[in-house]
């Protein structure tokens, strides 16, 4: 049971669990996927609110294990037992939770065959957005995920929309089809400069 000061000094203190959250990630070398990790690779305004970290457990510990040190790490730094890890949707999923508000921080699964990943600047590993589009792809195609389809497709579409704006010649402005590639300029050789002249080219 959580009283009203321990409640208290959680609200005072939550702005720093997203910082101890990645700084696990970053120390532990697991990867962050997901909506997070999307926000993280894309720009601010293609950035979607979302309350929890998605991440990748790698084969040197178990989900169960990544999310209990993450719920001490918490815990040490409320001062309280704010956090509890229980079982996810999913088989095969942990989550750490909150004992205050009941909301999810983080979930951790152990992928059968780790995605290719990158580091960002501060240290964090992140899924590449073909990773996640072949991932929202596979959910869409499931029927029995379907609570989650527009969700999912919705985030195809600001995937979409960045790569457009990331290559635009890639694109027609309807978005009907691709462009077609302009044939390369024929190399122009250097002519000889007079002396005192200029060699424009």
Do not use: C
Not at 98 to 109: G, H, Q
């Amino acid at each position: 049971m959580v009283n009203d000061t321990q409640r208290m000094n959680y609200y005072k203190k939550r702005k720093m669990i997203r910082q101890i959250v990645l700084q696990r990630l970053a120390k532990t070398g697991n990867v962050l996927t997901g909506q997070r990790a999307m926000n993280r690779v894309m720009p601010d305004y293609l950035d979607k609110v979302t309350k929890d970290y998605d991440i990748l457990v790698g084969r040197g510990m178990t989900p169960q294990q990544a999310a209990m040190a993450t719920e001490a790490r918490l815990d040490k730094h409320m001062g309280f037992n704010a956090f509890e890890t229980v079982g996810g949707d999913y088989e095969g999923v942990r989550k750490v939770r909150s004992r205050v508000t009941e909301s999810t921080i983080a979930d951790y699964t152990q992928p059968e065959k780790m995605p290719t990943y990158k580091k960002d600047i501060d240290g964090v590993n992140i899924v590449g957005l073909k990773y996640l589009k072949k991932k929202f792809k596979e959910a869409i195609a499931n029927p029995e995920a379907k609570f989650r389809h527009a969700k999912d497709k919705e985030s195809l579409n600001r995937i979409r929309l960045y790569e457009q704006e990331r290559n635009p010649k890639r694109f027609d402005m309807f978005n009907i089809a691709p462009v077609k590639k302009a044939k390369p300029l024929k190399k122009v050789k250097n002519k000889k400069v007079r002396k005192g002249g200029w060699n424009i080219w």
